[in-house]
């Protein structure tokens, strides 16, 4: 038997040292099987179809495009699923970070693994997933966000972790494994306006963005399956 992990993110926002907002966001969506998968995407799909035909349109509906009523909707359909972001405040990071595009990019692929990392934690204390069994995650991310030969670096770094665990020299500290079982890491960069899900990721990395950017923090409440991450 194997279990099967389905992970769409997006981002908002600007990860640079002169960043206008002070905040970056990677969120998304994970389902815990094909089935739950599937459903998410016809529910999505069938009231994107009815707004388009509603502002009579046919290109792709964005965060950046959309009235915040629809924007809503398309949230809401999706709330009950279980969801996850990570915040980063920029003003925290150390210039070092903010150096140059590797040093960023490669910060994004930290942040998106410890991301990855504490919501298999939870899917796994909440008994949704059973980290004795074998799994492969699968990994969806806007083909925007790809970076120059990252894709191997972000699978090695996220197989290594989950399967192996991994030490931490700064602070002597062992961080042990998450899944005992064999563990197969399938990363894909999608194009949004071919996968719904990734416009779905879209839709609430925008809304916990402008959670901050509009200092309304009652748009990251009622998300009863969420797992928030702030960095650092």
Known sequence: MEQRLHFYFDDSGVLHKNAPINRFIYAGYVFVDDKEKEEAKRKYKALNKKIRREEGRDDEIKACNTCKRHKRALYNVL?????????????????????????????????????????????????LIDSDVDTQILINIDEQLTASNGYYNLKESIQEEL???????????????????????????????????????????????????YNQPNLRNGMPNHKFLTMP
């Open 163 to 213: 399967k192996f665990g991994i030490y931490n020299y700064d602070y002597g500290k062992m961080h042990p494994n998450v899944f005992n079982g064999d563990l197969d890491i399938v990363i894909k960069y999608c194009e949004s306006k071919n996968d719904y899900l990734i416009q779905a990721s879209d839709i609430l990395a925008n809304r916990i963005f402008s959670s901050y950017k």
């Open 79 to 127: 709330r009950e699923y279980e969801s996850l972001s990570v915040v980063v405040r920029i003003n925290h990071l150390y210039d070092y970070i903010l150096s140059d595009k590797k040093s960023i990019c490669r910060y994004k692929d930290y942040i998106l693994k410890r991301l990855i990392k504490e919501k298999a934690k939870e899917l796994i204390s909440k008994g």
